[in-house]
Structure formats: structure tokens, C-alpha cells
């Protein structure tokens, strides 16, 4: 099966949040909620590019956290003047939950925003 990646960062970000092979988008990355196959079963592609590369996917995740919360306490206490610690265990809460929640489209969005940047290095056969 011909591999064919993202050709623009807006197509790697809409097959990232699909949770599909970023190459082909024929089959689902991960086996239940946590387990990530190690490659695709239709075209082959190898999702584990290396040790530590999905370290990557802790940005992405992190930043939308803190982006998500920044952005919620601004509105929340300076545009509607809600009080801080009406704000605090919402946003705790949520700052802990949402990561966790997040953990596999910020994988499949790393892998897939990768294979639009670096084409040549996301056709190299990787993995066992
Ligand atoms: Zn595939």
C-alpha cells in the first residue's frame, strides 16, 4: 500500500484528532484507551520512530493545559469577576484530568504534524 502523509499542517491536524495512521488513515493507532499498535496494519507505517520520540506529545499536551486554564482564568476572573477560589479546584481538577484525556490525540497529532514537516524522515522504515 502506496504511503501518502499529510500534505499541509491543517490535513496533519485533522488526521492527528482522527487517532488514524497519519500515512494512510486506514486504521485506528491505539487498541483501547491506552496501547498504541506498534505500526499500521494496511500500509505498514511504524508509529514508534524511536526511543523517546513521542516525548514530543508532552508539549502539545502540556501546552493546551496550560493555554486551556491561562485563558480560563483570565476570562473567568477578569473579564466575569469570578472569585480565585471558585477557580482554583476547577481548574486543578480539570488540569489533571485533561492530560490523561488528551494523552493519545496529543501522540497522534505529534505523529502526524511530524510526517507533514519532515517527509523524508517519516518514509524511513523504522522500528522491528
Ligand atoms: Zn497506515
Redo the contacts with the bound molecule.
Keep these: 500500500?502506496e504511503?501518502k502523509g499529510p500534505e499541509t499542517v491543517a490535513e496533519a491536524i485533522r488526521r492527528g484528532l482522527t487517532l488514524r495512521?497519519p500515512?494512510?488513515?486506514?486504521?485506528a493507532m491505539f487498541e483501547g484507551l491506552i496501547w498504541m499498535r506498534r505500526s499500521?496494519g494496511?500500509?505498514?507505517?511504524h508509529y514508534e520512530r524511536g526511543p523517546g520520540y513521542f516525548l514530543g506529545s508532552t508539549y502539545i499536551n502540556y501546552g493546551l493545559t496550560v493555554l486551556f486554564t491561562t485563558w480560563t482564568w483570565i476570562l473567568c476572573r477578569f473579564v466575569w469577576g469570578v472569585g480565585r477560589w471558585a477557580l482554583i479546584p476547577g481548574l486543578a481538577i480539570f488540569s489533571v484530568i485533561f492530560p490523561v484525556v488528551f494523552f493519545r490525540y496529543a501522540r497522534s497529532l505529534w505523529l502526524s504534524i511530524d510526517c507533514c514537516l519532515d517527509r523524508q524522515g517519516s518514509m524511513e522504515e523504522r522500528g522491528g
Design positions: 500500500m504511503r495512521c500515512m494512510c488513515s486506514g486504521e499500521c494496511r500500509c505498514g507505517f
